[in-house]
């Protein structure tokens, strides 16, 4: 049984930072792309940053571009994605996701996820 679980949002003020991270057990992690999505109130659940089973590839959304920075550890079956000069915009649920498949060309498709954790709340006070 696959289990993707999220952990490390919290309440952080304009200007801060936050490191998100995930577990995934139950998959051949080193063999699945994992990606961030995030869902604001009264908005679609959108993509904020995947990376390759490798590691070696990464793509973000614009919004985050320059602030958020994904990373994984294949061997602890991790991956996380450091937020920093957070704004109030960047609050949302955010979502861990596995994929099997790897996009060059960002951004990360929500359809090509197939398995999710149950997300962790950020929110950014101005």
């Known amino acids: 049984q696959v289990q993707v679980v999220e952990s490390g949002g919290g309440l952080v003020q304009a200007g801060g930072s936050l490191r998100l991270s995930c577990t995934a057990s139950?998959?051949?992690?080193?063999?699945?792309?994992m990606g961030w999505f995030r869902q604001a109130p009264g908005k679609e659940r959108e993509g904020v940053s995947c990376i390759k089973w490798s590691g070696d590839s990464s793509n973000y959304a614009d919004s985050v571009k320059g602030r958020f920075t994904i990373s994984r550890d294949n061997a602890k079956e991790t991956v996380h994605l450091q937020m920093n000069s957070l704004k109030p915009d960047d609050t949302a649920m955010y979502y861990c996701?596995?994929?099997?498949?790897?996009?060059?060309?960002?951004?990360?498709?929500?359809?090509?996820?197939?398995?999710w954790g149950q997300g962790t709340q950020v929110t950014v006070s101005s």
């Open positions: 139950g998959l051949n992690f080193d063999g699945y792309t």
């Open positions: 996701a596995a994929s099997a498949l790897w996009r060059n060309n960002g951004p990360c498709q929500e359809g090509d996820f197939h398995y």
